[in-house]
């Protein structure tokens, strides 16, 4: 009888253990999904900068059409060469620090696009992974709680025999 008891007890324990691995599961795949939601997130705010780069990139386009058109009119207007002359230097210099800083703006976020790009596609597997994991948890989840269910059968089934003796 004691034996019985001790081997219920057992089963409950494992049934018991069975259902925490089960939640564990269910917790690092919500985890995977909320780290797989802020890099998405990140990537869309990172498209955003880069939309707002490429924006200044064709402002500075537009000031070095300007400066080309100055440069025109410097050439036919003798009277005002000086002036312009000093103006287009200064628009050029400044044309050139833009672009500089645009240009390192724009490679420094494609890389750290690429690299949150490949951090998403890594979380995405790790989630189809975990999704895997989850599923195959929660088949062993079943078949232990049919298992628990039998054994409890077989157990209520030995406690009434047990009972009629």
């Known amino acids: 009888m004691e034996t019985i008891k001790q081997k219920v007890q057992k089963l ?3 049934a018991d253990q069975n ?3 089960a939640d564990a599961a ?3 795949l919500k985890e995977q999904e909320q780290t797989s939601a802020q890099h998405e997130a990140e990537i869309d ?3 955003r900068q880069i939309q707002l780069l490429e924006g200044d990139l064709d402002r500075a386009e537009g000031q070095t059409d300007l400066r080309r058109t100055a440069d025109e009119r410097a050439s036919t207007a003798e009277t005002r060469a000086t002036q312009l002359e000093a103006r287009v ?3 050029e210099e400044e044309l050139d620090r833009v672009e500089g800083d645009l240009g390192e703006k ?3 976020l494609q890389e750290e696009l690429r690299r949150v790009e490949q951090e998403g596609e890594e979380a995405k597997r790790r989630g189809d992974r975990l999704e895997k994991e989850n599923e ?3 088949r062993n989840l079943t ?3 049919e298992d628990n269910v039998a054994t409890k059968q077989q157990l209520d089934e030995t406690l009434r025999e047990l009972n009629e003796m």
Do not use: S
Request: cysteine-free; overall charge positive.
């Open 19 to 21: 259902a925490e691995r």
């Open 143 to 145: 078949a232990a709680r």
């Open 12 to 14: 409950r324990h494992e």
């Open 45 to 47: 705010q990172l498209k």
């Open 136 to 138: 195959v948890l929660e």
């Open 106 to 108: 724009v490679r420094t």
């Open 26 to 28: 269910e917790l690092r």
């Open 89 to 91: 230097q200064m628009l």
